[in-house]
């Protein structure tokens, strides 16, 4: 596979090679899938998951956001990290999704504008110790850049899972997750995955 280039919020890229029956393009799908994951840095997601834990073990809280298909993969990460991991007799995991509130949304970019729909909840919200995740394919949305801003500020850790090349995301945050690929389905399956790695290592370990 050639270098992967960056993107812009919103732009149409790879969809396929185009003139394959079903079946042939799920094989390419396939292969293309399997070569992100290949190239999947394993250590990144193992300190995910340790951030996830330090803020299970402290008391600290977990943010998510993302725009368009990263948002779904963002409720469903905070549904995954407030419930699914939770075993009897431990500390429950407080993660909150915050694009899942439609009024506060478009009250906020409908006065201050869409840049601000993030920043403006984690100026209030996020504290010290807490860990911010930016789900984004581009890494370039400017209402996520303003938000690892403001988590910044606020002294929390920032982490984001990306695609492409990272984008600016990349390196306003304290790490991040890439999947290199150029396929959006390819990125947010892996995002979502990658998610679920963290939810039932949570679960299923054996130590506290």
């Not at 402290?58 to 990460?77: E, F, K, M, Y």
């Not at 150029?182 to 998610?195: F, K, L, N, P, V």
């Amino acid at each position: 596979m050639s270098a992967i280039k960056g993107t812009e919020p919103g732009r149409l890229h790879v969809t396929g090679p185009g003139g394959l029956d079903a079946a042939r393009f799920a094989r390419w799908y396939r292969e293309r899938t399997l070569s992100a994951w290949d190239g999947l840095d394993l250590a990144a997601v193992k300190r995910l998951a340790l951030e996830a834990r330090r803020c299970e073990r402290q008391g600290r809280t977990i943010w998510v956001v993302g725009n368009g298909g990263s948002a779904a993969t963002a409720s469903h990460l905070a549904c995954d990290l407030s419930k699914t991991s939770h075993v009897k007799g431990r500390r429950r995991i407080k993660c909150v999704c915050l694009n899942d509130n439609a009024a506060t949304l478009t009250a906020i970019a409908n006065d201050l504008g869409f840049r601000s729909v993030f920043s403006h909840q984690l100026e209030a919200l996020a504290e010290r110790g807490d860990l911010v995740v930016l789900v984004s394919g581009s890494g370039n949305s400017p209402n996520l850049l303003a938000a690892a801003e403001a988590a910044r500020k606020a002294g929390a850790t920032t982490a984001a899972l990306l695609g492409f090349d990272g984008g600016a995301l990349k390196r306003a945050v304290d790490f991040h997750v890439l999947v290199s690929s150029d396929q959006y389905g390819i990125i947010e399956d892996a995002h979502m995955a990658i998610g679920h790695i963290v939810t039932f290592w949570l679960k299923q370990r054996r130590v506290p």
